[in-house]
């Protein structure tokens, strides 16, 4: 087993792109942000053992960020801190210390990078959506799953200032707000009504419409509390009770044959 020490310089090596960005900012995090990468020493180590490690660090061997990679962590933080039109590539290749050519080598423009930080900053929720219960006919088990993908990601102050950047741009550029849509909601739509297809025996309205209710119930109140600020950011234990009263409540509407929880 490997010891400590191994596992802190693996985490100094993922750690470097947000030790320069600190510098950049100033030593200020941004958008309230609970930071990936920010928080790895703090994930390799719990009451002196290993605790569990992000993907890229169970490799055998040590791997250090891609150069796109590292490209895109400081590019998130600095739209976050600056805003689309407050960004400038050449600044942000200054101020990183990370050539103006290598970002254009990935990127073919700042509309490139900005669509590019979206695909990052969706990739675990994706992933979330991907490891839903894969028996559909369980219905429960899978609304409370989705339920739980959603919230968690509409709980992250991160996710709430990154969507806040994406519908001002999508004022400008429909094309972001498109682009956000397919790789983040609509992924999520798609899987209740494919979910609400499979049990449409089951109840009287149709799937697009049980969508629609599910999605409203899951996020909306939610939402709004956390950008008016009415509401702080939920703890594990709060988010699952109020998921599972969500889903209780929307299937003794819509599913009354369906059992709930007791």
């Known amino acids: 087993m490997r010891n400590v020490s191994s596992f802190v310089r693996i985490a100094d090596a993922v750690e470097a792109p947000r030790k320069r960005l600190f510098k950049i900012l100033g030593g200020k995090s ?5 930071d990936r990468l920010g928080q790895t020493a703090a994930s390799v180590l719990h009451f002196g053992q290993a605790a569990p490690l992000p993907w890229c660090l169970l490799n055998s061997r040590v791997r250090k960020p891609s150069k796109e990679e590292e490209i895109l962590e400081i590019a998130s933080e600095y739209f976050l801190a600056h805003g689309f039109s407050g960004t400038s590539i050449s600044e942000m290749a200054r101020e990183s210390g990370i ?10 423009s700042k509309e490139a990078l900005f669509s590019a930080v979206i695909d990052q900053e969706m990739t675990s929720y994706q992933a979330s959506l991907e490891t839903t219960n894969p028996d559909l006919t369980d219905l429960r088990q899978t609304l409370l799953d ?6 968690t990601t509409l709980n992250s102050d991160r ?29 999520a739509y798609s899987m209740l009504t494919e979910l609400f ?8 309205f149709e799937p697009e419409r049980l969508m629609q209710y599910f999605a409203a119930m899951v996020s909306h109140r939610l939402i709004l509390e956390r950008e008016c600020r009415v509401r702080r950011l939920l703890t594990k234990t709060q988010l699952k009770k109020l998921m599972e009263q969500t889903v209780d409540d929307f299937l003794k509407a819509f599913f009354p044959g369906v059992t709930q929880a007791k």
Not at 99 to 108: A, D, H, L, T
């Open 30 to 34: 941004v958008g309230g942000s609970s």
């Open 99 to 108: 050539s103006k050519e290598s970002i254009y080598r990935y990127f073919e």
């Open 146 to 151: 989705v339920a739980a993908t959603i919230s």
């Open 159 to 187: 996710v709430l200032s990154l969507r806040r950047l994406i519908f001002h741009q999508a004022t400008i550029s429909s094309d972001v707000g498109l682009h956000y849509y397919e790789v983040g909601p609509l992924r």
């Open 197 to 204: 297809t499979i049990h449409e025996d089951e109840t009287e």
